[in-house]
C-alpha cells in the first residue's frame, strides 16, 4: 500500500518572507543601550550613571561600539567620580569598536590599544583616551589596562553582531591626567579644510570643488559635533577617471552628494582605521539618503587602508591633517557611489608614455598652523597592489554566500 505524505503548500511569499528573516540583519541603535541594560539590576547605577549625563547623546552618533559597565558592587566599592569628570568617565568605558569574545581571544600576547569615546573630546592628553586590552591564553582572562589603573572583564552582557557589544568589569577605568577642571564643551577646532587642501599641494581639484558646492561649509560645522575623517582624491585621482564616467556632468546636488561619499560623519584617526572592526561604513551621504546606502567598505590590506565603494577600489596614500576632531586622508582615486555609477567595477586611465603613473603623496603635507611638528608627520602609505584582486575575491566569496544561503532556506522551506 502506499504512504501518502503531505507537503505544505509553499507560496513565493512564504519564500520571500523566510528569505527575508534568514538575510536581514539584526540591528539596533547605540541610542537603545538603557534600554539593553534595563534587564539587569546589578547594573542599574552604571545605566542611572550613562542617562543623566551627555554620554547617551554621544552614543547616539555611533553604530559600532563595545561598551564596558561596572556592577553596582564593583562600582560602590570604587566611588562615583566628580560631577566635573563623570561624564569623561563614562566615555572611557565607550570602546569605538565592536569586540565579540572570539575578537579578544585572537588578541596578541602585548594586547592592543583601543580608541575611546574620551578620546573624541579634545580633553585627552596624547594617547589617553585609548585602552589597551590584553588576553591570557592560560587563564582565559581578558584585562583592559590604562595609564593608571587595570580591570578584568568579568563576563557578556548582551551582544549584538557588528553593532554593540556590553561587558561587564571589575572596576572602574580613570583616564590618565584627567583634568578635574575641564568643560564639557569640546573646544571648537575651526578648521580651515580648504585651505589644508590647497597647503596639501596636491588637492586642488577638490578644494575647488568642494568650494564651488557649497558643502565644505556643511563639512566645517560637523567638526564640533562627533568629527568628521575626509577622504580626499588626489588631482591624479581625478584625471584618471576614465571619459565614460561623466562626474563634471552630474547635477549639482548629485555632485555635492559624490563629495558626501567621502566624508564620515565621526573622526577616525589613521590608527583607528587601521584596526577597524565592522568594515561597512555609513557617510554624509547615508544619512540623506537611508541606511544601507552610500556606504563605504574600509579595511586593512597589505598594510594599508583599503576603501572600496564597491565599483571603485582606492587606497589611502597619505595623511594630510589630523587634530580631534578633524582627520582628512588622500585616496588615490575619486570615490564613486554605485547609486550613480551602476555596479560594475570601474577601471581608471592608463598612462600611455609611461610618463605619468599612479600619484605619489607629497614628501610633506604641512597642517594649518604656525607648528608643522604639532601634530605630528604626516603619514605615507602606498597603494596596495593586490587590492583590486583581494576585493574581486571577496566579491566572488559574497555571491557564493548569497547563492548557498538562498539555496539552504529553499531546502528548509520544502521540508516544513
Known amino acids: 500500500m502506499a504512504i501518502r505524505s503531505s507537503i505544505p503548500r509553499f507560496t513565493p511569499i512564504n519564500f520571500l518572507f523566510l528569505l527575508l528573516l534568514s538575510t536581514c540583519p539584526l540591528s539596533i541603535l547605540p541610542s537603545n543601550i538603557a534600554q539593553l541594560l534595563k534587564p539587569f539590576p546589578d547594573l542599574s547605577d552604571f545605566t542611572s550613571l550613562l542617562s543623566s549625563t551627555a554620554v547617551a547623546s554621544d552614543l547616539a552618533e555611533r553604530s559600532s561600539l563595545t561598551l564596558l559597565v561596572v556592577p553596582n558592587s564593583h ?10 569628570t563623570l561624564a569623561d568617565v563614562l566615555r572611557y568605558h565607550v570602546l569605538l569598536e565592536y569586540l565579540s569574545w572570539s575578537d579578544l581571544r585572537l588578541l596578541p600576547y602585548n594586547g592592543r590599544r583601543v580608541t575611546t569615546l574620551f578620546q573624541t573630546t579634545g580633553r585627552a592628553t596624547s594617547n589617553s583616551g585609548s585602552v589597551n586590552i590584553t588576553f591570557d591564553a592560560e587563564s582565559g582572562d581578558a584585562t583592559v589596562h590604562s595609564e593608571t589603573s587595570n580591570a578584568t572583564i568579568l563576563s557578556l552582557i548582551e551582544n549584538i553582531p557588528y553593532n554593540v557589544s556590553i561587558f561587564s568589569l571589575s572596576s572602574l577605568l580613570i583616564p590618565y591626567n584627567l583634568d578635574l577642571m575641564a568643560s564639557e564643551t ?5 578648521l580651515n579644510i580648504t585651505k589644508a587642501l590647497i597647503d596639501g599641494h596636491n588637492f586642488n581639484v577638490a578644494a575647488s570643488m568642494l568650494t564651488a558646492s557649497g558643502v565644505v561649509s556643511e563639512f566645517e560645522a560637523d567638526e564640533g559635533g562627533a568629527g568628521i575623517t575626509l ?32 566624508v564620515l560623519h565621526s573622526y577616525y584617526p589613521l590608527g583607528s582605521l587601521e584596526s577597524i572592526v565592522n568594515p561597512v561604513q555609513p557617510t554624509l551621504a547615508t544619512e540623506q539618503n537611508g541606511a544601507g546606502s552610500f556606504t563605504l567598505n574600509i579595511s586593512r590590506v597589505n598594510g594599508s587602508v583599503g576603501i572600496d565603494t564597491g565599483i571603485v577600489q582606492a587606497s589611502i596614500t597619505q595623511t594630510v591633517f ?95
Not at 562600582?75 to 566635573?84: T, Y
Not at 588631482?235 to 548629485?254: H, N, T
Open 75 to 84: 562600582l560602590r566599592s570604587a566611588g562615583r567620580p566628580s560631577s566635573a
Open 186 to 190: 569640546r573646544p571648537t577646532l575651526g
Open 231 to 262: 577622504f580626499v582624491p588626489t588631482d591624479e585621482g581625478f584625471a584618471d577617471l576614465p571619459s565614460s564616467v561623466r562626474f563634471q556632468s552630474l547635477p549639482a546636488e548629485k555632485k555635492a552628494m559624490v563629495l558626501r561619499f567621502h
Open 322 to 416: 589630523d587634530q580631534n576632531p578633524v582627520a582628512i586622508f588622500g585616496v588615490s582615486k575619486v570615490l564613486l557611489p554605485r547609486e550613480y555609477f551602476g555596479r560594475n567595477p570601474i577601471e581608471v586611465k592608463k598612462p600611455s608614455d609611461g610618463s605619468r603613473g599612479v600619484a605619489q603623496p607629497p614628501d610633506i603635507a604641512l597642517p594649518p598652523g604656525d607648528s608643522p611638528a604639532a601634530n605630528g608627520p604626516p603619514s605615507h602609505l602606498s597603494s596596495p597592489p593586490g587590492l583590486e584582486m583581494l576585493s574581486e575575491a571577496g566579491n566572488a566569496i559574497r555571491v557564493l554566500r548569497t547563492v548557498l544561503g538562498l539555496w539552504c532556506v529553499g531546502l528548509c522551506c520544502l521540508l516544513l
